[in-house]
C-alpha cells in the first residue's frame, strides 16, 4: 500500500507553505485565489486527506483549542468569541466552545472534556478556582483566562475597580446620592471589584452605602426585573443606577422603559447593542471584547512555545462613553 500524502507532500507539489494548505483545508477564506486553486489542485492529484487525529496522537496536542465562557448569549462574550475564532482560523485551528453557566461544577465538566479532547490550549472566563486541575497540566494544556484570573495563569483583564470608580464619581457629580448597584454576584471577581470601587466612592463623597441598594442578582437576564421594580418601588427609591455588567443592562433599560422611569440615570460597565439606539442613550464603559480576545488568543498562541515560563498578566484597557444617562437630573429633586 502506498504511502498517504501528507501535507508537506501538498505543499511542495504546489509551491506554497504548509500553512497556506492548512488555511485551504480548513476553510480559511484569505488566501490569495491563485494560492489556493493551486493547493485545491494538489489535493486532488494527491488524493490528500487530512488526518486530525493522527497529527493529534503525534505531536500530543490537537488542530484545536478550547473556550470556556459564562454564556454564549452573553453579549460580551459573544463578540469575544468571534475574534477567538476569527484568529484561530487563520492559523488552521479549529475552536470548541462549552458554556458553564456560572457554575463551577459545570466549569470544571467543560475543562475535563476539552482536556480529553487534547485541545492545543483553552481560553477560559473562571467561576471557580481549578488549580487542582490546571497547575498539573500546564506543561500540555496551556489556559489564558479572560475577564478573571486564577493564580499561576496568564490573564486578560480589565482595571474593574477604575472604571467602576469613574462611573460612579460621573454619577455623584451629576447630584446623586441616592445610587443603587444592580448586577452584583459575589462568586465573581469582577463584580466584587466594581461593588468596592461602589462603595469606596460613595464614602468618599460622604455618601454611606446601603445594603438594600446592593441587591445580588442571579446571571439570567430576566432576574433583573423584580431587583428594579423593587428598588423603584422602596420609600425613598434610587435616582441612580450603576449597571455593573451589559447583560443585565439590557434588560434594566427594557424594565425602565416600561415603567416609563425614564428619568433614572444610569451607567453601565460594557456597552450593549442599543445603548446608543435607546432614550435617553446609555452611557457605558467600553471594555472591548474584540480586544479582549485577540490579547487572549496571541497570548495563548505563545504559550504553545513555553508552556512553563511565568505567568503573564495583561490589561487591557476601557473607555468611558459619554452619552445621555448619566447627565439626567435628579428625579423629583431629590439628591
Same mark, same amino acid.
Given at each position: 500500500?502506498?504511502d498517504?500524502? &501528507?501535507?508537506?507532500d501538498?505543499?511542495?507539489?504546489?509551491?506554497?507553505?504548509?500553512k497556506t494548505v492548512s488555511?485551504?483545508v480548513n476553510?480559511?477564506?484569505?488566501?490569495?485565489p491563485? @494560492?489556493?486553486? +493551486?493547493v485545491?489542485a494538489?489535493v486532488?492529484?494527491l488524493d490528500?486527506?487530512?488526518? &486530525?487525529?493522527a497529527r493529534?496522537?503525534?505531536?500530543?496536542?490537537?488542530n484545536?483549542?478550547?473556550?470556556?465562557?459564562?454564556?454564549?448569549?452573553d453579549v460580551f462574550?459573544?463578540?469575544?468569541v468571534r475574534e477567538?475564532?476569527?484568529?484561530?482560523?487563520?492559523?488552521?485551528?479549529?475552536?470548541?466552545?462549552? %458554556?458553564?453557566g456560572?457554575d463551577?461544577?459545570r466549569?470544571?465538566d467543560?475543562l475535563?472534556?476539552?482536556a480529553?479532547?487534547?485541545?492545543?490550549?483553552?481560553i477560559l472566563?473562571?467561576?471557580?478556582d481549578h488549580?487542582?486541575f490546571l497547575?498539573?497540566? +500546564?506543561?500540555?494544556l496551556p489556559?489564558?483566562?479572560?475577564d478573571?484570573?486564577?493564580?499561576?495563569f496568564d490573564?486578560?483583564?480589565?482595571?474593574?475597580?477604575?472604571?467602576a470608580?469613574d462611573?460612579?464619581? +460621573?454619577l455623584?457629580a451629576?447630584?446623586?446620592?441616592s445610587i443603587?448597584l444592580?448586577?452584583l454576584?459575589e462568586?465573581l471577581?469582577?463584580?466584587?471589584?466594581?461593588?468596592d470601587a461602589f462603595?469606596?466612592?460613595?464614602a468618599r463623597h460622604g455618601?454611606?452605602?446601603?445594603?438594600?441598594?446592593?441587591p445580588?442578582?442571579a446571571?439570567?437576564a430576566?432576574a433583573v426585573?423584580p431587583?428594579v421594580d *423593587?428598588l423603584?418601588t422602596?420609600?425613598?427609591?434610587p435616582?441612580a443606577?450603576?449597571?455593573?455588567n451589559?447583560?443585565?443592562?439590557? %434588560?434594566?433599560v427594557?424594565v425602565?422603559?416600561e415603567l416609563?422611569?425614564t428619568?433614572?440615570?444610569?451607567?453601565?460597565?460594557?456597552?450593549?447593542? @442599543?445603548?446608543?439606539a435607546?432614550?435617553?442613550s446609555?452611557?457605558c464603559i467600553?471594555?472591548?471584547p474584540?480586544?479582549?480576545?485577540a490579547l487572549a488568543?496571541d497570548r495563548l498562541?505563545a504559550?504553545?512555545d513555553?508552556p512553563?515560563?511565568?505567568?503573564?498578566? @495583561?490589561r487591557?484597557?476601557?473607555?468611558?462613553? *459619554? +452619552?445621555?444617562?448619566?447627565?439626567l437630573?435628579v428625579?423629583?429633586g431629590? *439628591?
Amino acid at each position: 500500500m502506498a504511502d498517504r500524502a &501528507s501535507i508537506k507532500d501538498v505543499a511542495a507539489r504546489a509551491g506554497v507553505s504548509f500553512k497556506t494548505v492548512s488555511r485551504v483545508v480548513n476553510g480559511v477564506d484569505t488566501v490569495l485565489p491563485e @494560492l489556493r486553486a +493551486r493547493v485545491e489542485a494538489a489535493v486532488v492529484e494527491l488524493d490528500y486527506v487530512p488526518n &486530525s487525529a493522527a497529527r493529534s496522537l503525534k505531536s500530543g496536542a490537537g488542530n484545536a483549542i478550547g473556550i470556556v465562557i459564562d454564556s454564549i448569549d452573553d453579549v460580551f462574550f459573544a463578540s469575544l468569541v468571534r475574534e477567538i475564532e476569527d484568529r484561530a482560523l487563520e492559523l488552521g485551528l479549529a475552536v470548541i466552545v462549552g %458554556s458553564t453557566g456560572f457554575d463551577a461544577g459545570r466549569e470544571r465538566d467543560q475543562l475535563m472534556r476539552l482536556a480529553g479532547q487534547h485541545v492545543r490550549g483553552i481560553i477560559l472566563a473562571p467561576v471557580g478556582d481549578h488549580g487542582d486541575f490546571l497547575l498539573p497540566r +500546564r506543561s500540555t494544556l496551556p489556559v489564558v483566562t479572560v475577564d478573571r484570573s486564577v493564580p499561576g495563569f496568564d490573564s486578560v483583564t480589565v482595571n474593574d475597580y477604575a472604571a467602576a470608580t469613574d462611573a460612579v464619581e +460621573r454619577l455623584v457629580a451629576a447630584g446623586h446620592r441616592s445610587i443603587a448597584l444592580v448586577g452584583l454576584d459575589e462568586r465573581l471577581q469582577t463584580a466584587r471589584r466594581r461593588r468596592d470601587a461602589f462603595v469606596d466612592t460613595l464614602a468618599r463623597h460622604g455618601i454611606t452605602p446601603q445594603a438594600r441598594f446592593m441587591p445580588e442578582v442571579a446571571h439570567h437576564a430576566d432576574a433583573v426585573r423584580p431587583v428594579v421594580d *423593587a428598588l423603584l418601588t422602596q420609600p425613598d427609591p434610587p435616582t441612580a443606577l450603576f449597571v455593573s455588567n451589559a447583560r443585565h443592562a439590557t %434588560s434594566v433599560v427594557s424594565v425602565l422603559h416600561e415603567l416609563a422611569r425614564t428619568d433614572v440615570a444610569m451607567i453601565s460597565f460594557g456597552s450593549f447593542g @442599543l445603548a446608543e439606539a435607546v432614550a435617553p442613550s446609555i452611557t457605558c464603559i467600553d471594555q472591548d471584547p474584540r480586544h479582549i480576545g485577540a490579547l487572549a488568543f496571541d497570548r495563548l498562541v505563545a504559550r504553545f512555545d513555553d508552556p512553563d515560563g511565568q505567568a503573564v498578566d @495583561l490589561r487591557a484597557d476601557t473607555r468611558l462613553i *459619554a +452619552r445621555a444617562s448619566d447627565t439626567l437630573p435628579v428625579a423629583g429633586g431629590r *439628591a
